[in-house]
């Protein structure tokens, strides 16, 4: 079975949270099984716009879609159209012009997560003491430290973070990226928008994670450290543990 605890908190700076989540079962199932985090960008209309319409229209396509052609291939379906939806959107409104939304999204079929992600948003699987992370962002800066041309930390990396190089909405069709991951019992999986693990570095978030077995207080727990590194954008998380039964 699955417990899970949700928070998306507006931070310390900005005046508006352009963070969205969604948790349910729109594929069927007893007990909720999809799980999504969007971050918006585009200004203060377009990106709270962007995230609340990802958030919504994916879980709205599953259901009306149905398993066919398995999970995998309905997650990337749903996806794509919601892309194309929002992309529509933007183009005839002009006070939406340049939106756009970061999606980190898991879906738990009772022996493994299948996760989708596109932007900079990320998903983190902490199993047998180790912190793995799962999504790989779609930013300049790690594009970079994967070609070996930037290291993090740098003044460079610090200063391009928030660059990010794919995203839903911006362009007509969407590339996104699949992972499936085998997940053992009493493993945790972590999602989260950059307010998160832009404020705490992996190690942090490994620690917390180990050490605080409750779910929603160690949820709480990575909220508050994030204010903590400075709260500079909004905060969304949502951490599920796979319990035995």
């Known amino acids: 079975m699955l417990r899970h605890s949700a928070f998306s908190d507006i931070g310390l700076v900005r005046r508006?949270?352009?963070?969205?989540?969604?948790?349910?079962?729109?594929?069927?199932?007893?007990?909720?099984?999809?799980?999504?985090?969007?971050?918006?960008?585009?200004?203060?209309?377009?990106?709270?716009?962007?995230?609340?319409?990802?958030?919504?229209?994916?879980?709205?396509?599953?259901?009306?879609?149905?398993?066919?052609?398995?999970?995998?291939?309905?997650?990337e379906e749903a996806t794509e159209k919601a892309n194309s939806a929002l992309y529509q959107i933007s183009q005839h409104q002009e006070d939406l012009q340049g939106l756009g939304s970061t999606l980190v999204m898991a879906f738990w079929d009772k022996k493994r997560w299948h996760i989708i992600n596109v932007g900079d948003s990320r998903a983190y699987l902490f199993q047998n003491g180790t912190l793995d992370k799962i999504t790989e962002?779609?930013?300049?800066?790690?594009?970079?430290v994967r070609e070996g041309r930037l290291k993090r930390g740098d003044e460079?990396?610090?200063?391009?973070?928030?660059?990010?190089?794919?995203?839903?909405?911006t362009e007509p069709y969407v590339e996104e990226d699949y992972f499936c991951v085998e997940a053992q019992p009493g493993s945790r999986l972590l999602l989260c928008s950059d307010g998160l693990h832009g404020m705490l570095e992996e190690g942090a978030l490994e620690e917390i994670l180990a050490s605080v077995p409750e779910t929603?207080?160690?949820?709480?727990?990575?909220?508050?450290?994030?204010?903590?590194?400075g709260g500079k954008d909004n905060i969304t998380l949502i951490l599920i543990d796979y319990i035995e039964e």
């Open 16 to 75: 508006n949270n352009e963070d969205s989540l969604f948790i349910g079962c729109p594929l069927g199932g007893l007990e909720e099984n999809l799980f999504v985090v969007a971050d918006g960008m585009g200004g203060h209309k377009g990106g709270e716009y962007a995230s609340r319409f990802v958030a919504r229209k994916i879980p709205e396509i599953l259901q009306n879609r149905g398993r066919k052609g398995g999970i995998r291939r309905a997650l």
């Open 156 to 169: 460079m990396y610090r200063m391009n973070r928030h660059v990010i190089t794919r995203a839903m909405g």
């Open 137 to 144: 962002d779609h930013s300049l800066v790690e594009e970079m």
């Open 216 to 229: 929603d207080r160690a949820a709480e727990r990575l909220i508050s450290e994030a204010k903590k590194g």
